[in-house]
């Protein structure tokens, strides 16, 4: 009996540490756009989504998090530069009128994303992005930010000192263990009849 159950441990571990392995290797990252100003008109005019921008980097597989409340801003992905034609949504790709927005980097390339809302993008709202394709294969990081899906203020924000995304060593999100669960089952099953 007692060698029948140190085999089920032995089978349950490899199991386990087996189902580990499953986990997706593509490094993500959570970007909140404009850091703790969110997605708004910006004091400084379209320079200050501009230098956020360029002190990011982007790749396929991240995230952006637009904090807006409802009614007061949108975001629109639309396919040419808001700088190249005048802020208008004719050429929209998306359009998310309700916030917090969070939209998923899908392809490598210029993105560009305005706010809908007559004059905003005018005076600065508006956003520039380059998109690298996804080459890392670290393990799945995110920034710390509000869990809640209503707009949340400014201070309620944990971000590094400079204002970065932190990245953290271990995905919060309920798919990161999406493999573990049939796999453990499968171990436990098979200890069980083993």
Known sequence: MAGRL??????????????????????KTRHIVGDALGW????????????WA?????????????NFTTGFHTVAEVSQSATADPCTSTNTLSLNPTGP????????????????????CQIGQKLTIKVSPSTATA?????????????????????SPAGSPIPLPW???PLAFAPVVPVTLLA???AFFY
């Open 6 to 27: 140190k085999s089920s441990i032995v089978v349950l571990a490899v199991m386990m540490v087996a189902s580990f392995q499953l986990q997706p290797t593509v490094a």
């Open 40 to 51: 708004t008109i910006p004091p400084n005019g379209a320079a200050t989504y501009a230098t």
């Open 54 to 66: 360029s002190r990011q980097s982007f790749t396929v597989g991240d995230t952006l998090f637009f």
């Open 101 to 120: 927005a969070t939209i998923t980097l899908t392809r490598p390339g210029t993105h560009y994303y305005i706010c809908t809302i007559i004059g905003h």
């Open 139 to 159: 393990p799945e990081s995110t920034a710390l930010s509000p869990s809640s899906t209503i707009a949340t203020p400014p201070s309620a924000y944990n971000l």
């Open 171 to 173: 995905s919060a999100s």
């Open 188 to 190: 436990v099953t098979l």
